[in-house]
């Protein structure tokens, strides 16, 4: 405690806020310290749910470098304001301790498909404005990525447990382990009187590297095996992760807490390029995770995977250009395999509906409030922008949460929504 009244304490409550500008989803940080200073809990949390409905969550797992963190003006001579922490400690109290009133029905249905952050944030924003809300999600559980790709020890899952309190409260209702697209359709879903569909679905269609070995028994993706670690009790004694972004780092830290294996990561270029957060990487590497890098994996064996050197070539002009070293590959032993090189969008609802376009990467197509190209259907998150931040699919969906909330209003010759 003493530590987070330290940092409040430091904050310069700057009346153009940096730190303001570089979150997402703006939030008012001098006014959220001085509440707090001010021992107005209760407003503090009220004011960070209303701004942001993951503000608990955010707290914990935002890349705080690149955001607030990253933008506080003192951090340009010093130590900047670790805001964060204060975030945590307000937004955890206030969602332990908060009970929403029931809000009176405006009896209009809106549909959510997918229980992740988009989803979340959607449903919370319009049971607050009378909305009933049917969030629909093929997994037993809400929380998406939240439960099912962040480990433990990064997000306590009881978090999420709370919020479903708070949801409750709200008169929101949950479907599990229901898959919309082969059995049930969007078309169903308006025909029994739904106003507007909401896709939040992510990304879970793990990329393939298309070599050869992939199938293998001892190969797994790792988005499948953060979903539940526990189900894999036969990695052995050295695991090999091929990949170095944030979903890698997070399988690598799981493995070394949860077995006794020895892990590496393989990744094709430098460790300036890789994508993961430079503390995720620096964590990873402090509990015990060894990279290796400018290796291009080239096929996977039982016993390991063939890769061979990628030599960085800086021409005379300043361009760095990168080429595989083929006649010198060699094995690197392990007895199971991790894929870590991203995901994409499940196919399941565009491919049993008609006029939802995607792109190239099969993500869906929608404008900045999240209007796809079907009438009456929004998406944000994950499955419109890929693999992004949770903060950036909460900024992303309170747009469509507006957009959506105007449609419905002129749908039903409603007064329009209030400007804030």
């Known amino acids: 405690m003493a530590d987070i009244l330290y940092e409040a304490g430091r904050c310069l409550k700057c009346k153009k806020p940096l730190c303001k500008e570089g979150c997402p989803v703006k939030t008012d940080i001098p006014i959220i310290m001085q509440l707090f200073l001010d021992g107005k809990m209760e407003e503090a ?21 690149k955001n607030c963190l990253g933008h ?14 204060v975030e945590n400690y307000i937004s955890r109290f206030y969602l332990e301790k908060a009970q929403f009133e029931k809000i009176q029905s405006n009896g209009l249905k809106v549909a ?14 319009l049971a607050r404005r009378g909305y009933k809300i049917t969030i629909i999600d093929s997994k037993d559980k809400i ?54 569909i909401f896709i939040g679905t992510g990304v ?20 499948d095996y953060l979903k539940n670690p526990d189900s894999y009790n036969q990695l052995g004694d050295k695991v090999v992760i091929i990949g170095a972004g944030n979903v890698a780092m997070d399988a690598a830290r799981t493995i070394l807490r949860k077995t006794r294996a020895k892990v590496e990561c393989i990744f094709f270029r430098g460790r300036e390029e890789v994508t993961a957060l430079k503390e995720e990487l620096d964590l990873a ?11 291009n994996t080239i096929k996977i064996e039982e016993d390991g995977i063939i890769v061979e050197p990628v030599l960085k070539i800086e021409k005379e002009d300043g361009t760095i250009e990168y080429e595989n070293d083929t006649k010198h590959p060699y094995k690197i032993e392990s007895t199971s395999v991790i894929v870590a090189i991203g995901q994409g969008a499940q ?22 409030f999240g209007e796809t190209t079907r009438e009456g259907v929004y998406a944000a998150g994950d499955v419109v922008s890929g ?3 949770v903060v950036e699919a909460v900024a992303a969906t309170k747009l469509a949460a507006d957009e959506i909330d105007n449609y419905i209003r002129k749908k039903n010759n409603l007064p329009p929504l209030e400007a804030k």
């Not at 209303?50 to 914990?60: E, Q, V, W, Y």
């Not at 879970?204 to 790792?222: D, S």
């Not at 590497?285 to 290796?295: K, S, T």
């Open 72 to 85: 506080c003006v003192l951090g340009r001579k010093g130590e900047p304001i670790k805001f964060y922490e």
């Open 204 to 223: 879970w269609k793990p990329n393939r590297l298309r070599i050869p070995g992939e199938t293998l028994g001892n190969v797994h993706f790792a988005i």
């Open 347 to 368: 196919a399941n609802i565009v491919n049993n509906t008609k006029k939802i376009d995607t792109d190239r990467r099969g993500l869906i197509e929608a404008n900045t």
């Open 45 to 65: 949390g009220q004011k960070l749910f209303d701004n942001n409905p993951l503000t608990a969550f955010c707290s914990l797992i935002c890349p705080h470098e």
């Open 112 to 125: 959510i498909i997918g229980a992740g952050p988009a989803g979340l944030t959607l449903a919370i924003i």
């Open 387 to 389: 693999a992004k931040t």
């Open 285 to 295: 590497e402090i509990d015990g995770l060894h990279m290796n890098y400018y290796l």
């Open 143 to 196: 929380g998406g990525v939240l439960r099912y790709g962040i480990p433990e020890f990064r997000l306590p899952k009881a978090l999420l447990d709370k919020l479903l309190l708070r949801m409750d409260d709200l008169g929101i209702l949950f479907r599990p382990n229901t898959l919309i697209g082969p059995t049930i359709t969007i078309d169903d879903m308006f025909n029994d009187g739904y106003q507007a």
